[in-house]
């Protein structure tokens, strides 16, 4: 009788082991697939909106049509912007914050595009690149991943100022002397801001375009979880089986 119930006893702490084994490594795959899936939501946020900061900095065209207040052209402008998929919306407004032009996917002009330019801004220096989050109504939000999970309205919106060395709102000039005296001033000259464009990025969008990485790493964290615990099952047993005869 004393036999049987060491036995028992043994066999009890093996199945307690054996749980506590594949506790851990569920536990552990969880937080891997956690932290690897907040990581490469991160990056990818962060390089969407580092490309299209760059891409509008470097659109000398653009700056020229906002400093003629040409909208139609402002707006053709935006409209190359949108070969980024996660890209929802982007607006064009002057220094003072007044609306040239607005655009959204499809090349459909939509004065109401980006949120309010001088609420978005509030007192940040002109030539600040400023980005928030916003839910649906306008309101602050997160922008992470729980955020791009739970709330698909949300967007992130990036206030970038418009910079030229020509002011072309001082000079009696036509748009191409305006280019040529652009090529003349060189980096060294001061700049002046001719306005900004507001552009909304969806947090949803941004996560579907990871996901399919997301699986394959939730998938390999499955994979572990039940290999381990197929290894400690047999271990177990091994432990055990002796006992049991």
């Known amino acids: 009788k004393r036999r049987d119930e060491r036995v028992r006893e043994e066999m009890t702490i093996a199945g307690r082991f054996n749980v506590l084994v594949i506790a851990v490594v569920v536990a552990m795959g969880l937080f891997v697939s956690a932290f690897i899936s907040v990581r490469e939501y991160n990056q990818e946020r962060d390089r969407v909106l580092s490309q299209l900061q760059l891409r509008v900095a470097g659109n000398q065209a653009l700056a020229m049509y906002m400093g003629f207040r040409n909208a139609e052209g ?25 609306l ?12 109401e ?39 698909p309205g ?10 030229s060395p020509i002011n072309p709102a001082y000079g009696d000039f036509t748009p191409g002397e305006y280019l040529a005296r652009v090529l003349e001033s060189g980096s060294g000259s001061s700049q002046h801001v001719l306005g900004y464009v507001d552009l909304s990025v969806s ?19 499955v994979g572990f979880a039940a290999l381990s615990v197929v290894v400690s099952t047999a271990i177990t047993r091994r432990i055990t089986s002796p006992l049991a005869r």
């Open 74 to 98: 402002v707006a053709l402008e935006l409209a190359d912007l949108f070969y980024e998929p996660s890209l929802v919306a982007a607006a064009a407004y002057d220094a003072q914050g007044g």
């Open 100 to 111: 040239i032009a607005g655009r959204i996917p499809g090349g459909v002009d939509d004065p």
């Open 113 to 151: 595009a980006a949120a309010d330019n001088q609420a978005l801004r509030g007192t940040s220096p002109a030539t600040r690149v400023v980005v928030q989050s916003l839910d649906g109504s306008g309101q602050p939000a997160g922008s992470g991943f729980a955020a791009a999970v739970l709330a």
């Open 154 to 163: 949300n967007r992130v919106v990036q206030s970038l100022p418009v910079v």
């Open 203 to 221: 947090p949803r969008s941004l996560l579907l375009m990871v996901l399919p990485w997301l699986v394959g790493i939730a998938m390999g964290c």
